[in-house]
């Protein structure tokens, strides 16, 4: 009864290839999100979507895209993989209200791009 | 915008001694605050959090923490550690009516518990 799962947990690739992480939520959220922890453990949030909309961290490339075919997930992809995607991929939903709502992760998905 | 200054990447500290963590921050406006434990290979759990009232929060695993406005700090502590304690830990921040609710993260510290 995982709260946020991701799929897969590793990822290797080679530079230039398209590839997708998914996420899963089964708490009911409505908000889900994209943070990327580089080797310096250094966390940053990348994407915050809900049924409404889509806030983008304007440092993000554009050959990354979240794709959501329904409340309950919220996928990543990522066009033409570079060296520097490779990092930790951590998904996280939250249902957001007038007070600051939790944020639940999931377990992550380590990336690795040859 | 918000940013977090984590003070220490690394805190070694014996079992049973107390521990502190330091957590700054800098926001135009007024913030919630957050604080995650990263196990190894693990996501992120919350510990706890700031929202508003008493500036003195307790968490799970007997972690409090003590928000303080003036210095703009929000301190991670624990009376004493135990060897199970050895994580990632980051302190998080979130802007009131940040469009998109997204945290920004302190850089880490790692907390190193001996035996």
């Known amino acids: 009864d995982t709260a946020v799962s991701q799929t897969p947990k590793y990822l290797v690739t080679q530079m230039g290839n398209d590839k997708s992480i998914k996420c899963e939520q089964n708490?009911?959220?409505?908000?889900m999100y994209w943070y990327k922890q580089d080797s310096k453990k250094f966390l940053k949030i990348m994407f915050s979507?809900?049924?409404?909309?889509?806030?983008i961290n304007e440092t993000v490339p554009n050959r990354f895209s979240p794709k959501s075919p329904d409340k309950a997930h919220l996928n990543l992809h990522i066009n033409s993989l570079e060296l520097g995607d490779s990092a930790v991929y951590f998904c996280?939903?939250?249902?957001?209200?007038?007070?600051?709502?939790?944020?639940?992760f999931g377990p992550g998905t380590r990336l690795t791009v040859l | 915008a918000q940013s977090v200054t984590q003070l220490d990447s690394q805190v070694p500290v014996f079992e049973e001694a107390p521990v502190e963590l330091r957590c700054n921050y800098s926001?135009?406006?007024?913030?919630?605050l957050f604080w995650y434990v990263q196990y190894p290979n693990q996501g992120l759990q919350l510990l706890l959090k700031?929202?508003?009232?008493?500036?003195l929060v307790k968490g799970i695993n007997g972690f409090e923490a003590e928000f303080n406005k003036s210095q703009t700090s929000f301190h991670l502590r624990k009376p004493s550690v135990h060897i199970s304690d050895t994580a990632e830990y980051f302190c998080?921040?979130?802007?009131?009516?940040?469009?998109?609710?997204?945290?920004?993260f302190g850089g880490g510290t790692r907390l190193m518990v001996k035996p």
């Open positions: 708490l009911g959220h409505d908000t």
């Open positions: 979507y809900n049924n409404k909309e889509l806030i």
């Open positions: 700031y929202l508003s009232g008493s500036t």
């Open positions: 998080a921040v979130r802007g009131h009516n940040n469009a998109g609710n997204m945290l920004t």
């Open positions: 996280a939903s939250s249902q957001v209200n007038s007070v600051a709502d939790t944020q639940y």
């Open positions: 926001s135009s406006v007024s913030v919630y």
